[in-house]
C-alpha cells in the first residue's frame, strides 16, 4: 500500500499545489501535520549545515589563504557554496577567489550577503568558471574583477541580471506553501528569511518533498 502511496505522491503534490485539492486527510493527521508546519522546521543549508557547507572568505589575501590552507581535503570536497559579504571596500582579491574556486572543486553558487548578513542573492558558480582545463585559462578574469567592483558598489544584483538569483520565502510560511511558490517560480531552492528580513539558509524543494514523502510512508505503515 505504502508503495502505491507514494507512486501517487508526485501526482497529488501538484493537486495539491495547483489548488485542485485543499486537504490530505485521506493519508492521515501526519502528512497534514508535516504540510503545515512552517518551513524553518527543516534542516537549512547555511554556514552550519553539514551536507552542503559555506565557505566564508575571511578577509585580505593573506588570511584568505591561511584560512583556506587549514581546510582539510574532505572539507573542501564537501563545500558547495562559498558566501562573499556585499559593500565591503577593498576587501576582496581576484587572486584570492580564484584560489578558492580550484581547491574548492564542488562549489555550485556564490551566496551574496550584506554587511547586516541580509541575503542578497545566489551567483552561479559557473558565470566565474571557463570549464575544464588548464588552470590558469580555468576562470573569466573579466567576471570575478566586475563582481569584486560590484561587492564595493554595493549592487551585485545589478552587475550581474540575468544570473543573479534571488527568490526568497518566509521561514514562517508552511512547507506546502513554500513549494507552491517555488513551483510558480520553477526554482529549485530559495533564501530563507525570518519575518524581520534576517537569512536563515538555503531550502531545496528536494527536501520539502522527501519529508512528505517520509509522512506518507509513516501514514500507510500505520
Given at each position: 500500500?505504502?508503495?502505491?502511496?507514494?507512486?501517487?505522491?508526485?501526482?497529488i503534490v501538484s493537486l495539491?499545489?495547483?489548488?485542485?485539492?485543499?486537504?490530505?486527510?485521506?493519508?492521515?493527521?501526519?502528512l497534514e501535520a508535516t504540510?503545515?508546519?512552517?518551513?524553518?522546521?527543516?534542516?537549512?543549508?547555511?554556514?552550519?549545515?553539514?551536507?552542503?557547507?559555506?565557505?566564508?572568505?575571511?578577509?585580505?589575501?593573506?588570511?584568505?589563504?591561511?584560512?583556506?590552507?587549514?581546510?582539510?581535503?574532505?572539507?573542501?570536497?564537501?563545500?558547495?557554496?562559498?558566501?562573499?559579504?556585499?559593500?565591503?571596500?577593498?576587501?576582496?582579491?581576484?587572486?584570492?577567489?580564484?584560489?578558492?574556486?580550484?581547491?574548492?572543486?564542488?562549489?555550485?553558487?556564490?551566496?551574496?550577503?550584506?554587511t547586516s548578513g541580509k541575503?542578497?542573492?545566489?551567483?552561479?558558480?559557473?558565470?566565474?568558471?571557463?570549464?575544464?582545463?588548464?588552470?590558469?585559462?580555468?576562470?573569466?578574469?573579466?567576471?570575478?574583477?566586475?563582481?569584486?567592483?560590484?561587492?564595493?558598489?554595493?549592487?551585485?544584483?545589478?552587475?550581474?541580471?540575468?544570473?543573479?538569483?534571488?527568490?526568497?520565502?518566509?521561514?514562517?510560511?508552511?512547507?506546502?506553501?513554500?513549494?507552491?511558490?517555488?513551483?510558480?517560480?520553477?526554482?529549485?531552492?530559495?533564501?530563507?528569511?525570518?519575518?524581520?528580513?534576517?537569512?536563515?539558509?538555503?531550502?531545496?524543494?528536494?527536501?520539502?518533498?522527501?519529508?512528505?514523502?517520509?509522512?506518507?510512508?509513516?501514514?500507510?505503515?500505520?
Open positions: 500500500m505504502h508503495w502505491l502511496a507514494l507512486a501517487m505522491l508526485p501526482v495539491f499545489v495547483g489548488g485542485f485539492i485543499t486537504s490530505f486527510k485521506g493519508f492521515g493527521v501526519e504540510l503545515q508546519k512552517p518551513v524553518k522546521s527543516l534542516d537549512l543549508t547555511g554556514a552550519d549545515s553539514v551536507s552542503v557547507a559555506v565557505a566564508d572568505i575571511p578577509g585580505d589575501e593573506k588570511r584568505s589563504l591561511s584560512h583556506l590552507q587549514s581546510v582539510s581535503i574532505d572539507g573542501k570536497l564537501k563545500t558547495r557554496w562559498l558566501r562573499l559579504t556585499s559593500g565591503r571596500q577593498g576587501y576582496y582579491e581576484s587572486s584570492a577567489i580564484q584560489r578558492y574556486l580550484s581547491e574548492l572543486p564542488n562549489i555550485i553558487y556564490l551566496e551574496i550577503l550584506s541575503f542578497i542573492c545566489f551567483l552561479p558558480i559557473s558565470v566565474f568558471r571557463n570549464g575544464l582545463g588548464d588552470i590558469r585559462q580555468a576562470f573569466n578574469q573579466e567576471n570575478i574583477r566586475k563582481l569584486i567592483e560590484a561587492i564595493e558598489a554595493d549592487d551585485v544584483p545589478k552587475a550581474f541580471p540575468e544570473s543573479a538569483l534571488s527568490l526568497t520565502v518566509s521561514s514562517d510560511k508552511s512547507m506546502i506553501d513554500v513549494l507552491k511558490v517555488m513551483r510558480s517560480e520553477n526554482a529549485q531552492f530559495a533564501a530563507v528569511v525570518t519575518p524581520i528580513g534576517d537569512y536563515s539558509g538555503v531550502v531545496f524543494s528536494d527536501d520539502i518533498e522527501r519529508k512528505i514523502a517520509d509522512s506518507v510512508l509513516l501514514a500507510t505503515a500505520a
